[in-house]
């Protein structure tokens, strides 16, 4: 693959995946009724997170910890699994309304050997084309062109077709609230490598 900078300039994402595993031992607690309360060190920590997800870190520990999770899990990187991975080739549709991140990516997908549906820039004409081909992952950015979102989108796909989805997005407030649709998420900015990992894990 030739294209390894980042196919978007968005701000960059949540901290690096190796710190997942403490964070979800540290919080995962508050997801229990009657968990334990966390230490004041480890609110503040929470909270700044959150800032970092765009969420509202005035909001008590235990309701921030959810989204804040969702985020950090779904788009980790793989701990022991070796980069390249190698994967059957998929049917992917690709709806990124920035025609430069969606050429790069789409040249990443088929030099990987996936087949890309796409790329689309609105959620309507990706319904559209879904109806006409069998598709094994969609590759979502949540804002797009046109009045669907790619959340909209993401909720017709798994319930009209059961198609998984992974999120590219540099929303990650949208993406940490509708969490529930995506299996992975790749935060903005993003290189080919990033998306194709994610495809590798799921």
Do not use: M, Q, W, Y
């Given at each position: 693959m030739t294209h390894e900078k980042p196919l978007d300039g968005a701000s960059t994402g949540p901290a690096p995946g190796a710190d997942v595993a403490r964070l979800c031992a540290l919080y995962?607690?508050?997801?229990?009724?009657?968990?334990?309360?966390?230490?004041?060190d480890a609110e503040?920590?929470?909270?700044?997170?959150?800032?970092?997800?765009?969420?509202?870190?005035?909001?008590?520990?235990?309701e921030l910890w959810p989204y804040v999770r969702a985020v950090l899990v779904r788009q980790a990187p793989p701990q022991t699994v070796p980069s390249p991975i190698e994967v059957e080739p998929k049917t992917v549709l690709l709806v990124e309304d920035d025609a430069d991140a969606a050429?790069?990516?789409?040249?990443?997908?088929?030099?990987?050997g996936h087949r890309v549906v796409g790329p689309f820039h609105s959620a309507e004409a990706a319904e559209a084309a879904t109806a006409l081909h069998p598709i094994d992952l969609a590759l979502l950015d949540i804002n797009l062109s046109g009045e669907a979102t790619g959340v909209d989108l993401?909720?017709?796909?798994?319930s009209r077709w059961g198609v998984p989805v992974i999120f590219l997005s540099g929303d990650v407030t949208a993406a940490a609230h509708n969490a529930e649709l995506a299996a992975a998420m790749v935060i903005k900015p993003y290189t080919g490598r990033d998306v194709l990992d994610a495809i590798a894990r799921l």
């Open positions: 995962d607690g508050l997801l229990t009724a009657g968990g334990a309360p966390v230490s004041p503040k920590e929470l909270k700044a997170l959150a800032k970092i997800f765009d969420l509202d870190a005035e909001r008590p520990a235990a050429a790069h990516l789409t040249e990443a997908l088929d030099a990987a993401a909720r017709n796909l798994k």
